[in-house]
Each structure stands twice: as C-alpha cells, then as structure tokens.
C-alpha cells in the first residue's frame, strides 16, 4: 500500500457555463506564478477543457473518470507526482454524473474518492437573494463536507457586499465548514465561446491568452488565493494499492507508433499516451493537415478523434498523406481509429452543406452530418467475435453527429447498465477502427495484443 497528501483542489460549479474553466486556467497561472509546481486534471472522459490546462501550463492535464478507472486507478493517476500542487477541474454540476439516482461518475465522487476539498464557483449572473439560497440547496447535499471554498461569479462589488454577510450568516447558522472566498466581477468579452456540448478548441479563441489574463487580473483582485491554497493543502491523505498493469517493456525494440496531431485530430487521453511510452514505445507526431506522408519508422498508426469536418478541405488536397495512410493500413501497418480518425479513413466526407470531401479510401463507405447525435455516453466492449482483437471489457464513450455507411460488426457494445447492445466496430485482427473513443488502460490486454502485432510489424519492415 501506498499513501499520500498532496495539495488539492476540486473546482465545482452548479452547472455547465458557470465559469469553471475560466477560473481553473486563470488558478493554475497564479500558482504557476508563485513558484509552485502545478499538475491540472480534468474529470469526465472531456479533451477539450484539458487543452486549456495544457495551454495554460505547457504540460498535459490528465482525466479522473471513475467510470473508466478504479478508485485506486484515481488515486494512483493524482499522486504520480507528489511534489506537485493538484488543480481539478470538475464536470458539468457537482453531483451530476452518469445517472440521476446517485452521484456516480460526478466531480463529487471523485473528491470523495480522493479526499479533495471543493471550491464552489456559483454563477450569480440574474440572481440576488436566491443565490444564497442555492448554495444552501448544494450544501445540503454535501454529506462528506467536501464544499470547502464558495466563489460567486459574475457578481459586482458592491453586491457581493451585501449578500457575503447573508452567506456567511446562513453558513454559520447551518454550521456548514464553508468559506467565502470572494467575488469575479462579469467581465466583457472574456468568455470562452462552445460548439456542441464543449468549448471551442483553445487555438480557435481569438486572443485566449488576453481573455485568461484579464480574468486572471480580476481573480488575482478579488479571491482570497491563500485561503483557496490553505484549504488545498488541508486535503486528507489517501491510501491506495500501488499496482502496475504488468506490461513488459520494450524499451530495446525501438518501436514506434505514429500519432495523427494537428488541429483536426487531437482527442487523446494521456494516460492511453502513457500505456504505450511506460513500455518503451517511442511516439512519433504526424499532421494529416501539413505532412506528406506518415513517419518512415512508423511500427502502428493511431489517428484519434477531433474535428476533421473543420478541415475536410485541407485534409482532401493533401493527396500524398491520403495515399501515405492507405499505402501503409493495406500493407499491414497495426492501426487504431476513433470518431474523427475513423471518418478520416473513409472514402468521403460529406458536410452539412452537401459537399463531398475524399479520403483516405481505407474504408469503403463514407461519412454524413445527421444535424443531431447519433451517439452520446458511456459504453464498454460486451463482446468479442472470434479473430478479433481481445477488447471485450475496454471502456470508452461516444459523441459523434457524423454517422457512417460502414459502422462494423466486429465488436458488441453495451451502455454500462448493459442497455442498447449493438454490434459495431471494424476490426480485422490487425486494424480496429469506429466511432467510441476508448480507454486504453480499462483493458490493458488490449493495449499488449497491439504491440504483438507492432513487433510483427517492426520485424517485417525490417527484412
């Protein structure tokens, strides 16, 4: 067994739109600020709020989604480093997860799990008395007595005034542990603008660095930051079984697996990253937007989801990666695609406004915008078909507006109350291509079965 203590915070929020992701960029620039080693972590399957982290810091922010690890799986993930200070950005509301009847898979559970203290941001936009009333309503709930720091956002100075005292008195009336830790004025054209159910991608906000100073000029201003860190480093410890997956390394082998990053595909999970480089693989980064061709050593090809209908045009010229991806994938390269990596592979695009887009041709079938979901939420692997790769328990989840002629029939899926079973994915022992984003480390034997076949690869190219 392992243990540990680090700083850290959760930061909540009664809903999406509260102003969560402002405020933890804007947090993890001021520790950055005083000197202090900062890690960032997202909960939920999300990529693009850890982008921002990754904007902010210059260093990956990684996820705690409880429906894709154990308990111990978490704490393992938020003490790798315990030397460094833990800011966690919390998803949706803080008692909001996979179902209504219990807080699984929430930000709750998560600090509950971790022993993190929350900060609250409340977003006070149009309310007055009422708001007090809603922090009273989320502190009830609070049965671990977690919700350590409240943060109204959107609130003017002169009211913040008024209402504190209110607050504070209703705090010590109800005997809530609770501090406020002040105010964040609205600030005008300081937003980060969504496209679906996220945020835009942090390089297509026009002057994002300017939007985070400024928001950070109002928090340095306004918020108690040394209350907010003394209650950070109050955090319990945690225990946990300190495990590894029992890979073996490869380090001697010099295999490389070539990673599709550029602006339209970049939805990676660190920790997937990390299964494959903690055995020795080396990653090599391509962009199927700028490069030619995939790298020349290239032992596996992973395209990852993103945003490709944002690109279709500059995907379709770039003719000579096109043919790289499928000069490689029918000599037998091992190949992993996932939602817009998987589109990519198809014989077409075709967008919203009717035009058709080529593509790699991988895939005999093509790609349309349905104008709505097709697919959202959890799902894990209930079935393997014989000849496959070895994925049955993976989890992952789905979020696509994009549906194919070609789903596949390779694989079963489930919803993780076992509902809606489907057949789905391509997989022909050697490529496994389709719409979910997994989670590598859920299924470790998954991640072994493909580097066998990169070795095999790696030993044929070499003859």
Request: aromatic share 10%; with cysteine; net charge negative.
């Amino acid at each position: 067994m392992s243990s540990s203590k680090i700083p850290a915070v959760m930061i909540a929020a009664a809903g999406s739109g509260s102003g969560k992701t402002a405020f933890t960029c804007a947090l993890l620039s001021i520790l950055k600020d005083k000197g202090l080693s900062v890690r960032s972590f997202k909960t939920g399957p999300d990529y693009i709020d850890p982008m921002f982290h990754r904007k902010v810091l210059g260093v990956p922010s990684e996820n705690l989604d409880t429906f894709f690890e154990t308990p111990d799986g978490i704490k393992r993930i938020l003490s790798r480093n315990r030397q460094a200070f833990s800011v966690i950005e919390g998803v949706m509301g803080i008692y909001d997860g996979i179902n209504v009847n219990d807080t699984k898979g929430s930000c709750y559970e998560v600090s509950t799990i971790t022993k993190t203290p929350i900060i609250l941001i409340m977003d006070a936009k149009g309310c007055g008395r009422t708001i007090v009333s809603l922090l009273e309503g989320i502190l009830s709930d609070d049965k671990e007595n977690l919700v350590k720091g409240v943060i109204f956002n959107r609130m003017s100075e002169n009211f913040y005034k008024k209402i504190s005292s209110v607050a504070e008195a209703c705090l010590k009336d109800k005997g809530y542990n609770t501090k406020l830790l002040g105010f964040i004025p609205e600030i005008k054209d300081a937003g980060f603008d969504s496209r679906h159910l996220g945020l835009l991608l942090p390089d297509e906000i026009e002057n994002l660095n300017e939007k985070i100073d400024r928001f950070k000029g109002a928090v340095q201003k306004n918020i108690d930051i040394e209350g907010l860190i003394s209650i950070a480093k109050d955090r319990g410890e945690i225990s946990y079984e300190d495990v590894t997956d029992g890979g073996e390394n490869i380090k001697d082998k010099d295999l490389v697996l070539s990673v599709a990053r550029d602006e339209a595909f970049c939805f990676y999970y660190e920790e997937n990253l990390r299964m494959f480089t903690d055995r020795g693989v080396k990653i090599r980064y391509f962009s199927p937007i700028y490069d030619e061709e995939i790298p020349e050593d290239s032992d596996a090809i992973l395209i990852g989801g993103g945003y490709p209908e944002l690109h279709l045009e500059k995907l379709s010229e770039n003719g000579r990666m096109l043919k790289s991806v499928k000069t490689a994938v029918e000599g037998g390269i091992p190949t992993i695609a996932e939602c817009g990596g998987y589109m990519y592979l198809h014989d077409a695009i075709l967008e919203k406004d009717g035009n058709e887009y080529e593509m790699a041709g991988v895939i005999e079938g093509e790609c349309s915008y349905k104008g709505h979901l097709i697919r959202f939420g959890y799902i894990e692997v209930c079935e393997d078909k014989p000849g496959k790769m070895n994925a049955k328990g993976m989890k992952g989840h789905e979020f696509h507006y994009y549906e194919s002629t070609k789903t596949g029939s390779d694989h079963k899926v489930c919803r993780p109350d076992k509902s809606d079973e489907r057949e789905c994915i391509i997989d022909n022992g050697n490529c496994f291509f389709g719409f979910p984003h997994f989670y590598y480390p859920s299924k470790p034997e998954f991640v072994e079965g493909f580097i066998r076949l990169m070795e095999a690869y790696h030993e044929k190219r070499k003859r």
